[in-house]
């Protein structure tokens, strides 16, 4: 066989092998990014109060998305995959006022990143926590409710009336007792108007709550949203 013709013949291999590799090899799958996600949410309020806002896109490819909201503060959040077209939401606290601008994008799941979204939003306020103090009993000896003699704590004889001063945004009181088992707090009494008070006129179950001897009082006050302020003294109750 001639050199001419073995030279022919490794070039048509050469050329078979390169066309049936095009052949079979699949062709690369294009993936697009998501679509520019909406966002939804409150655009004014109060700096140290939390707030939630949602984002939402779709995938031309229908893949799973994520969202990474960017608070404009230097925090940043990304959420959970979610399928196309279903509804994301993050919360946020600002702790300055000012005016600040969400960020967010939709990635898919095979990193595809969509344009980015904003949202302006301005906390003009600061928000203030409720504020709650136990005023009697505070800083004497009590013997059935009357205060004899200020002392530096508190020594109580008898029933007493647990009086708070609490500022007008509360709307609720819980007083507690600590658990016998040192496992947590009991309330002992609700107060939902003011003044907030508790009558403490009995003796409990020493099995259950600690009310005699050196006992700590605490309470708790709650705002509309649930917001929570407290205050305890430690008393001698006899």
Not at 76 to 90: F, H, K, N, R, W
Not at 214 to 221: C, F, H, P, Y
Request: proline residues 5%; aromatic residues 8%; hydrophobic residues 35%.
């Amino acid at each position: 066989m001639g050199d001419i013709m073995k030279k022919g013949i490794v070039m048509f291999a050469a050329l078979f092998l390169v066309l049936t590799a095009v052949q079979i090899t699949p062709a690369k799958t294009l993936n697009n990014p998501p679509e520019k996600p909406t966002i939804n949410g409150p655009t004014s309020g109060e700096a140290g109060k939390s707030y939630t806002y949602t984002a939402v896109s779709t995938d031309p490819d229908g893949d799973k998305i994520f969202y990474c909201f960017n608070w404009g503060d230097g925090n940043e959040i990304c959420t959970d995959l979610y399928p196309s077209g279903q509804q994301a939401s993050a919360s946020h606290t600002w702790e300055s006022k000012g005016d600040y601008t969400i960020t967010v994008k939709a990635t898919d799941e095979h990193g595809a990143e969509s344009e980015p979204a904003t949202l302006k939003v301005s906390m003009p306020l600061s928000y203030e926590k409720p504020s709650i103090r136990i005023i009697k009993p505070r800083n004497g000896i009590y013997i059935f409710d009357i205060k004899i003699l200020p002392i530096l704590g508190q020594i109580v004889i008898g029933d007493i009336t647990v009086k708070t001063r609490a500022s007008d945004d509360v709307s609720r009181v819980d007083f507690l007792l600590q658990m016998s088992c040192g496992c947590g707090l009991k309330v002992m009494h609700t107060d939902t108007s003011s003044p907030f008070t508790w009558e403490w006129n009995m003796d409990y179950d020493d099995d259950e709550v600690i009310d005699e001897g050196i006992v700590s009082l605490t309470v708790r006050a709650y705002d509309s949203e649930w917001q929570e302020s407290k205050d305890a003294i430690t008393i001698l109750k006899l």
